[in-house]
């Protein structure tokens, strides 16, 4: 009798087991909701998002902290879904948003949701979600849309208590950048405009000559003047044979920082720690870092498909998005790192994207 007791209650106990974890499978996304509550809180000083595709074929949305520990799924699309594009957090670190089929989802990480829509008379035209940012609060995104029959950009802008992405300014051909404030997002446009939107529709020019391709470093904003050009594929204006000159938020103090005398259509992707520039030449996936004597060199002669680098809140290290790798850059050793310094963190991910905290000062 005490081994029939037995058995019954481990029979029991297993039943329970397997009918509790059909309950969970079930619940659609809601264990990934429970894990995404109770896991320790990110870092606050850098933050890692991406997905990763499971044998059933559904991708699953990951948040990590910088290094890739603490890492907790977030989401996971149904096995049919269309791939997710465009992946960003929120400026304030809180949330992971990426592009749908019907505009943007923004998933916190307490596996709260929110959509975000691009009015389906924009998707039947033939336009579709680009890229996105996020105002530093992480209330407020401005979205590029791209038709690919005509290469039409434009700039639309929704807030998360107004869910859904409107247009509010005749730019030309417009693609967002990043935002200023809270208030004003900086748009680049081939007319050859750099200047900040706001959502009211004023449009205020940073710089009068010819711009484009800012980026924000440090308090100012950095640019390439000269010629303007769009290239194919919505990926953005380059400049012809640029000079580098930056700006205050406000327009003022504008003055020349590099001449970098070398030919050819050039994108600013950002500013090395020692003062040297992040570009991109015509649409070659190879992130080079100007140097003296008019030079560019490739940040890494193995790693060279990184569209784009972050540095860390501390300039120690930096993490560069290539196709599907994450590569952690170790800079403790000086700001020209051996290949050495280059070493895959993360294999097989799809559309990540980094957040660390904005320096707002030098």
Known sequence: MPYVAAALLIAGASSALVFG????????????????????????????????????????LFAANLDGSLVRPL???????????????????????????????????????????????????GFAILDQRWSPSGTKVAATVYRSTDGKSDVFLATRLRPQLAHVADLGNAFTADWLSDDEVLIESDRGIVGALHESGTLRKLVDPPAASPVIDGGRVYFLAGTTNTKAGGVGIYVQNPAVWSVAPDGSGVRREDRLGIGGDFKLDGRWPDGRYLLHAGQDSTQYLSGAAAQLKPLSEVQRSLRRVVLSADRRSAIGLGGTRLIRIDLSRGFSPAESAFSVLLDGVVAADVWVPRALAP
């Open 21 to 60: 974890t059909i309950g969970q499978e079930d619940a659609s996304g809601s264990a990934t909701i429970d894990v995404a509550r109770s896991a320790p809180q990110l870092s606050s000083t850098g933050r890692l998002a991406y997905w990763r595709q499971n044998p059933a074929g559904a991708f699953v």
């Open 75 to 125: 989401l996971t699309l149904a096995a049919n879904s269309s791939r997710p594009l465009a992946t960003r957090w929120t400026g304030d670190g809180q949330a992971v948003a990426f592009v749908s089929d019907a505009g943007i989802s923004v998933i916190g990480l307490d596996g709260a949701r929110l959509d975000i829509a691009l009015p389906p008379a924009i998707r039947t035209t």
